[in-house]
């Protein structure tokens, strides 16, 4: 009786030990008013817990500056995501049409905000194309690859 009492108080504990989360990664990412990201390269091991966090860091309003960060399946073509993220503006920017080519986004936001995504790495090594899809900041250089091992 006793024995199956002190079971039944172990137990729970060893399932949660067992359940304990990864490790996150944190890669902290800026984009400015020359709509650039400050790096164009991550590197990730495959199936690796990722953060990635967006900062904003220029002055402009957010009508006239708004940055995400958008990371595409491996092949994934960025010119026509690009061009169908330009004419979403009712979905900040997220073409619902291309929802299945993305492996993780974070929400738009202005000069002076920060978001962050924490997601899994894709278990295939390759490259994986990285944008902000806010308009004309993809052709301006906002953009880079993922590159997971
Ligand atoms: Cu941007």
Redesign the pocket.
């Known amino acids: 009786m006793y024995r199956a009492l002190l079971l039944a108080l172990t137990l729970p504990v060893t399932t949660l030990s067992a359940q304990a989360p990864a490790p996150v990664r944190t890669v902290t990412i800026t984009?400015d008013d020359a709509?650039k990201f400050n790096l164009t390269e991550i590197s990730a091991k495959a199936g690796e817990r990722l953060r990635v966090r967006l900062l904003a860091v220029g002055t402009a309003p957010k009508s006239a500056?708004?940055?995400?960060f958008v990371l595409l399946q491996t092949g994934s073509n960025q010119i026509v995501f690009a061009e169908a993220a330009a004419k979403a503006v009712a979905t900040d920017y997220i073409p619902s049409a291309l929802k299945s080519s993305i492996v993780a986004s974070t929400i738009l936001i202005a000069n002076g905000e920060s978001a962050e995504i924490v997601f899994t790495v894709p278990a295939t090594a390759g490259n994986y194309p990285f944008l902000?899809s806010?308009p004309g900041?993809f052709a301006a250089g906002?953009r880079g690859k993922l590159i997971v091992k």
């Open positions: 984009a709509m500056m708004a940055h995400n902000c806010f900041h906002a």
